[in-house]
T-cell receptor, first 114, second 114 residues
Framework: DAKTTQPNSMESNEEEPVHLPCNHSTISGTDYIHWYRQLPSQGPEYVIHGLTSNVNNRMASLAIAEDRKSSTLILHRATLRDAAVYYCILRDWGRGGSNYKLTFGKGTLLTVNP | GAGVSQSPSNKVTEKGKDVELRCDPISGHTALYWYRQSLGQGLEFLIYFQGNSAPDKSGLPSDRFSAERTGGSVSTLTIQRTQQEDSAVYLC????????????FGDGTRLSIL
């Protein structure tokens, strides 16, 4: 399965934008890029997903490189509530089978300073 | 609307006892998943239910673990003769059927085996 690489930790200031990078150099053509986050003592929370085009929703934006070997989750104005571990994962919908099993790596621990 | 509800939120029990963990998925979600997350570790898939299909039990770590989903709604994960290595946060998620449907997680049951 294609693997993702994320920085262990990042720091941001409140009300500033945050760009969380993810490398996935072995991504396949049918891999969708998904982002989840996990706040302390809570279950993971879906953030956003995309295939090729950039995506926006109420929580964040997802910028996908043209070659799809990397992507960036953008939080436009970080709040203290955004402090969490952010996970970038690939879900392959081209092969069918057990692609419903989410596999989280270590993710990026985002600290937001007031 | 109501999210995924799990109970109990915390469970402390003695080694060798049986435990039952409950998950109430989001209404209308036909897919239900159980994962566990050990301290500082990523998510580990346990079992997947989809409608009336046979569940995917491939992630259950031993025959002490079992799960059922009654009436296509509530699910119970049972661990018999608990061991200390069973200590973890047990997370339940549900989703609609379909490609790339996000999984919505509960806040988990923190299980501690003494």
């Amino acid at each position: 399965d294609a693997k993702t690489t994320q920085p262990n930790s990042m720091e941001s200031n409140e009300e500033e934008p945050v760009h969380l990078p993810c490398n996935h150099s072995t991504i396949s053509g049918t891999d969708y890029i998904h982002w989840y986050r996990q706040l302390p003592s809570q279950g993971p929370e879906y953030v956003i997903h995309g295939l090729t085009s950039n995506v926006n929703n109420r929580m964040a934006s997802l910028a996908i490189a043209e070659d799809r070997k990397s992507s960036t989750l953008i939080l436009h104005r970080a709040t203290l509530r955004d402090a969490a571990v952010y996970y970038c994962i690939l879900r392959d919908w081209g092969r069918g089978g057990s692609n419903y099993k989410l596999t989280f790596g270590k993710g990026t621990l985002l600290t937001v300073n007031p | 609307g109501a999210g995924v509800s799990q109970s109990p939120s915390n469970k402390v029990t003695e080694k060798g006892k049986d435990v039952e963990l409950r998950c109430d998925p989001i209404s209308g979600h036909t897919a239900l998943y159980w994962y566990r997350q050990s301290l500082g570790q990523g998510l580990e898939f346990l079992i997947y239910f989809q409608g009336n299909s046979a569940p995917d039990k491939s992630g259950l770590p031993s025959d002490r673990f079992s799960a059922e989903r009654t009436g296509g709604s509530v699910s119970t994960l049972t661990i018999q003769r608990t061991q200390q290595e069973d200590s973890a946060v047990y997370l339940c998620a549900s989703s609609r059927l379909g490609d790339n449907q996000p999984q919505h997680f509960g806040d988990g049951t923190r299980l501690s085996i003494l």
